[in-house]
Every structure is written in C-alpha cells, then in structure tokens.
C-alpha cells in the first residue's frame, strides 16, 4: 500500500525532554511537511522540504527542528525549547511542493504528543 | 491568517445533499481552493480543488462562482460516515504551497 505512516499514534514525554516523531512516506513525493494542530483549531505550517537535504522554515518553526537525509523520510524533533508542545501533529507529502493543480497534498494519520 | 471563512456547523439528513459554503473574497487569480476534511483524531483526507471551473470526483463537486470570491462543496448524497470537519483552504504559491487552514465546518450527519 503507499501512503504516509506517522509513529506512534500517541506519545507521552516530560517537561524539558527532546522527542521525535516519525514520517514515512513511499510515494515517491519530493516534497514533505509538518503541521501542527491544536484542539478546535486548523493546522499550521511548521517546516517543509521539497527537496532532499534542504528545508525551510514554515509559520511556527521555533521550538522545532527537522532534518531530510532520504526521500521517504522527514522526522521532526520538538525540543525542550518549544513553550506548549502538547498538540496533533501531522506530516503530508506532495509530488513536488508546489501550489500546481497536480501537486496536491497528502496527509499521514498524525501523532497526538502529549507533554506532560 | 486563514482566507477562507466558513460557517462554524452544519445539519444535514442522512441521503441529502450537503451544500457547505466558503468565502475567499481575497484569493489571488493563481491561488487554488481546496477541500480537505478531518475525522477526529485522523489527518485530513483531500476531497477535492478547483481553480475556477466547477469540478466534479467521486466523493463531491466543487461550484466556484464566477468572480471567485466564494464556492460550495456538494456531498450529494451525505451519509453518517460523512460526518466531519470541512476545510475550505486557498492554497498559496509560496512557501511549498503550503495550505492555510481556517476553522472548517463541523458537518454532523443525523439519520
């Protein structure tokens, strides 16, 4: 089956603890992302990359990093720097990362962090 | 800052048509509308997007009026497994063509 995964589905960490959260994808998309979801609200861009060993910095990048070394895979760190990481996160991938009619973004089932 | 308003709930009778509307009254004449939606707790499934002409798949169409300034999705024939949270995102053609969501609509289902 191709699509994006995202592990876990739910994670637990302390206050001041650096965690990474998992993005696979084998669609063979150049371009990933990372949003953030908080309750009642829609996502927002964190960092993207359309290309491997180049990302940039999306609305809301400071507290986060991410890294892009293969295609299939772009992990994001939350960091002890990040004031309110508790939230839904979601990683997507599109062919090329551009705003293209074919370019359309797909979306992995997302990972709930939970800081405690 | 979302481009998009959308109306915070709607009804809709099971076997209805669901008609959810959305405003873009500042999209730029490059920038597309997508239609995502969100099953609790789950990513967003694409629905469907349209630049100016109506659209049609498998799961809804797209009506965009002719100054583009609004447009209606159309679930046909809703079912309770339709239930979910509708996004009406215009799509920037910067930063990777990121989507820039707004607060969507709750559509509930009910038999």
């Known amino acids: 089956d191709g699509g994006i995964t995202q592990s876990p589905k739910y994670l637990f960490r302390k206050e001041g603890q650096n965690v990474t959260l998992s993005c696979e994808q084998n669609?063979?998309?150049?371009?990933m992302y990372w949003y953030r979801q908080d309750p009642g609200q829609g996502l927002r861009l964190i960092y993207y990359?359309?290309?491997?060993?180049?990302?940039q910095k999306g609305d809301i990048a400071e507290g986060y990093s991410v890294s892009r070394e293969k295609k299939e895979s772009f992990p994001l760190t939350v960091t002890s720097a990040q004031k309110n990481p508790t939230a839904f996160y979601l990683c997507?991938?599109?062919?090329?990362?551009?705003?293209?009619?074919?370019?359309?973004?797909?979306f992995g089932p997302g990972t709930r962090l939970t800081v405690l | 800052d979302a481009k998009t308003t959308q109306p915070p709930s709607m009804d809709c009778a099971e076997g209805r048509a669901a008609n959810l509307p959305c405003n873009h009254s500042?999209?730029?004449?490059?920038?597309?509308v997508y239609w995502y939606r969100q099953i609790h707790s789950q990513g967003p499934q694409y629905i469907i997007h349209?630049?100016?002409n109506n659209e049609t798949n498998e799961m809804a169409s797209l009506i965009i009026t002719e100054d583009r300034k609004s447009s209606t999705l159309i679930l046909p024939h809703a079912t309770l497994r339709d239930t979910a949270v509708y996004y009406c995102?215009?799509?920037?053609?910067?930063?990777?063509?990121?989507?820039?969501f707004g607060q969507g609509t709750e559509l509930s289902v009910k038999p």
């Open positions: 349209g630049l100016k």
């Open positions: 997507a991938s599109s062919s090329r990362g551009t705003s293209g009619p074919t370019d359309t973004q797909y």
């Open positions: 990359s359309q290309i491997v060993n180049d990302f």
């Open positions: 669609l063979n998309h150049d371009a």
């Open positions: 995102i215009v799509r920037v053609v910067n930063q990777g063509g990121k989507l820039i």
């Open positions: 500042t999209i730029s004449g490059n920038e597309y």
